[in-house]
Nanobody
């Protein structure tokens, strides 16, 4: 089993960068694919990015492609989401999650972090 912990995201100016991290516990972390989702107030949780267990395959939502990079360090049992050129619409609670096979479907994920607030200001 895997437990996921996300440090606080914080507030960032529009156009600025921010890196989110997701620290995992459990020996099986490296065998799981990892995804990032976000949920804005009053909206459904949406897929942002995903990465395979080996890090060899990545997938991005069209809305963020070119502005974010997903990565992982299996030795540190940590996943990362590097976000650049942030926009006001990026404001949301961000969740990291783990699944046996990479997916964009929220209900297919087995483990979830507690979520972290990211607020982009003008």
């Amino acid at each position: 089993q895997v437990q996921l912990i996300e440090p606080g995201g914080g507030l960032v100016q529009a156009g600025g960068p921010l890196r989110l991290s997701c620290a995992a516990s459990g020996r099986m972390f490296s065998s799981y694919a990892m995804g990032w989702f976000r949920q804005a107030p009053g909206k459904e949780r949406e897929f942002v990015a995903g990465i395979s267990w080996s890090g060899g395959s990545t997938y991005y939502a069209d809305s963020v492609k070119g502005r974010i990079t997903i990565s992982r360090d299996n030795a540190k049992k940590t996943g990362y989401l590097q976000m650049n050129s942030l926009k006001l619409k990026d404001t949301a609670v961000y969740y990291c999650a783990a699944v046996r096979t990479l997916s964009t479907v929220v209900y297919q994920y087995d483990y979830w972090g507690q979520g972290t607030q990211v607020t982009v200001s003008s």
